[in-house]
């Protein structure tokens, strides 16, 4: 996939262009405003991630001008700006997402690809990794044709994991993407770990081989190698 | 004190002490001018006997009169001093006279005189001497002062009901116009009871003619105004700041996500890293927090709905469900329908804090007790056995210290509350932390 990073501070570009660099992403990067605007204009790309204070103008003006001339790019709004109203600002003018400031780069991640999903997977919802086939409309999971019966939570950690497949997830980012903001009570994220050990062992009864590692006890690895 | 009751004190002690000073000073200049005249005709009186004992070389008749008395005394050559002096009078006649003035109305009191009723008054007398057929007499002619007494009392009575006057005229004054007159300044005072420097009510300008009051009335609008002006600059400088944290953090989130994709960590490298991400989060969340205090407090968040109160409870209970499960925590809940306006991010805020605050402060194996009727919602925790204490724990970043929170949850709820008209109140019942919110 092609994805272009519009984001004026160097070290989170940096860190977003790094993690998401892999075997078949086209990674492109502006870091102002006239820049990013010459590139939307000239190529096309899966997804845009949009920060929205940029130096030379604002991005939502990029925002306007991409719908303007119906380019279909899948664009994700990456803004220290948490109110409602910026988000639904964003989510009229034709975002497909909206991501606040500080995130963590599995969470971005995630979003990118459901957004890349969304655009390219028409007619067919099915998404396939080894012998795991996710039907995406269905919320359905199986295993070699077996069907496995998955908690919400654990259909979520699933596609969260293979969004970030071959990453180091942080307890921390897992406990926030399925609990969400909210999640303010400690820092001790144990709890999640029933969750994972309770997916990991509905896939492997079901015939998978065993894809979610533990990484040094800072969090979860989903990998096939 | 009220000023009026200050200002009546000392307006009547003043009045009371210049009428005093004033009778005493008209007391004595007419008690001088009345002596002065007396003294002339005594001298009058001395005169006429020196006469008579010239062309008669002997001594007058002593003759009754209505306030003059005249006595002569032979005494020894030279021995007299001649002066002037204050003495008694003795009235043989005023008890007759009044009796007959109040009696028979007669226009002749004399002539029913009664020698022997005898009273004494003051007078004043010349002592004076004489020498008459070789012989030496003292003189000693007294008249009455009585009629100066007289004139006495009518000045005393005459200043008393002045100062009654006064006195009155002071209180009448002082209950009808100074109240009007100090009107203003009550309402003043009303304007600044309710003065908020969070809101964007100003304080109005007053319709008076008084100079001062429109003098204050001046100082307090341009004080109020720039009270709020500086609180709004500061709230901007705290808007400002927590922004501007949010994209070195965002950098220091994303390198410690790309840190963690490199090599192997030993154990120790591991902890440091969780205990980096721990600490990150921390920041995030308080940072988040006082972006939301801000944002409560100016009432930024609008979008209001109406809520089933109900549902909202019960989503939120199954969302904690596997952190109850973690902390073996028992809860139980009575929930009645409760629908109420208001947006519902907030209220998701509301009562995420307040459980979260019952997990958190909760020990493992304890209970939590949600309830929710039409008039009130109570959610109870177990935890430290004591009493937490009531405002300081709705105080910015107070916390224990034990506590891992931002210190602003409660802060933010109180406030969250006060948005939506609601209180939110700290109780200790047996083992129960109780908070409830009274709709």
Redesign the interface.
């Known amino acids: 996939m092609k994805i272009l990073i519009i984001e004026d501070e160097s070290g989170l570009r940096e860190s977003i262009e790094e993690y998401f660099m892999e075997a078949g992403n086209i990674c492109e990067t502006a870091s102002n405003y006239p820049e990013a605007l010459a590139k939307v204009n000239l190529y096309r790309y899966d997804c845009i991630l949009l920060d929205i204070t940029l130096p030379g103008g604002n991005g939502i003006e990029i925002l306007k001008n991409l719908k303007q001339k119906n380019f279909a790019d899948g664009v994700l709004i990456i803004s220290a700006k948490n109110s409602l109203d910026d988000r639904l600002e964003g989510l009229d003018l034709g975002a497909d997402d909206y991501l606040v400031k500080p995130f963590h780069l599995s969470e971005l991640k995630a979003r990118v690809s459901a957004i890349i999903r969304r655009k390219t997977f028409s007619g067919n919802n099915l998404l396939l990794f080894n012998e795991i086939t996710i039907d995406l409309l269905a919320k359905t999971v199986k295993v070699n044709d077996q069907s496995v019966k998955l908690t919400r939570k654990e259909y979520a950690l699933l596609l969260y994991f293979i969004a970030n497949k071959g990453k180091v997830v942080s307890k921390n980012a897992i406990a926030e993407h399925l609990w969400g903001d909210g999640i303010d009570l400690s820092n001790n994220f144990d709890f999640i770990y029933s969750h994972i050990k309770n997916l990991r062992k509905k896939l492997m009864e079901a015939g998978s081989n065993d894809y979610i590692e533990a990484a040094y006890g800072m969090g979860y690895k989903f990998t096939d190698q | 004190m009220k000023l009026l009751a200050r200002y009546n004190r000392v307006n009547l002690v003043t009045t009371i002490i210049v009428m005093l000073i004033t009778g005493i000073v008209y007391y004595q200049a007419i008690n001088l001018i009345l002596t002065d005249k007396i003294d002339k005709d005594l001298v009058v009186e001395e005169n006429e006997i020196f006469d008579y004992v010239n062309l008669n070389h002997q001594l007058p008749q002593v003759f009754e009169s209505n306030d003059q008395q005249i006595t002569f005394t032979e005494q020894s050559p030279g021995s007299v001093k001649r002066s002037f002096i204050n003495t008694l009078y003795r009235n043989r006649e005023r008890e007759d006279h009044e009796r007959v003035e109040h009696g028979e109305h007669s226009e002749h009191p004399k002539k029913h005189r009664h020698r022997h009723e005898e009273e004494f008054e003051s007078g004043r007398g010349l002592i004076t001497s004489i020498t008459a057929g070789g012989k030496y007499y003292k003189i000693l002619i007294v008249e009455s002062k009585v009629e100066t007494e007289d004139l006495i009392q009518i000045i005393f009575a005459i200043t008393a009901g002045v100062i009654l006057l006064l006195l009155i005229t002071l209180f009448v004054t002082n209950r009808l116009l100074l109240n009007r007159l100090w009107q203003p300044f009550y309402n003043l005072l009303k304007e600044l009871r309710l003065f908020n420097v969070a809101d964007n009510k100003d304080i109005p300008q007053l319709q008076t003619t008084i100079e001062e009051f429109n003098e204050l009335n001046k100082a307090i609008v341009t004080m109020s105004s720039r009270v709020k002006s500086d609180y709004k600059d500061l709230k901007t400088f705290t808007e400002n700041a927590s ?1 501007e944290l ?2 070195p ?10 840190l ?2 490199t090599d ?4 120790q ?3 440091l ?2 205990d980096l ?2 600490a ?3 920041l ?2 308080l940072n ?1 927090s006082l ?1 939301l205090l801000v ?1 409560i407090e100016n009432k ?4 209001k709905q109406f809520i089933d109160l109900h549902s909202s409870l019960q989503e939120i209970i199954i ?1 904690f469900d ?2 109850f ?2 902390k073996e925590l028992k809860v139980s809940s009575e929930l009645d329908d409760k629908v109420l306006h208001g947006s519902p ?1 907030l209220i ?2 509301l009562l ?2 307040l459980l ?1 605050n019952a ?2 402060h909760n020990y493992n194996g304890g209970t939590i007790i949600i309830k929710l009727n039409e008039e009130k919602l109570v959610i109870q925790n177990t935890g430290d056995n004591a009493a937490l204490q009531n405002e300081q724990i709705f105080r910015r970043f107070h916390k224990s210290s034990n506590s ?3 210190g602003l ?1 409660l802060t933010i709820s109180r406030q969250i509350c006060e948005n939506l008209g609601f209180t939110l109140n700290y109780t200790f019942e047996g083992i129960y932390h109780t908070f409830t919110i009274i709709f």
């Open positions: 922004h949010l994209t953090i965002a950098v220091i989130n994303s390198k410690l996500d790309t963690i994709q192997n960590f030993s154990q490298q591991s902890k890293l969780n991400y721990s990150v989060s921390r995030t969340r988040q972006l944002k930024l968040v609008g979008d969302q596997e952190i499960q973690d991010y998701d805020i995420n804090n979260s997990i958190r891992e929170g931002s949850g």
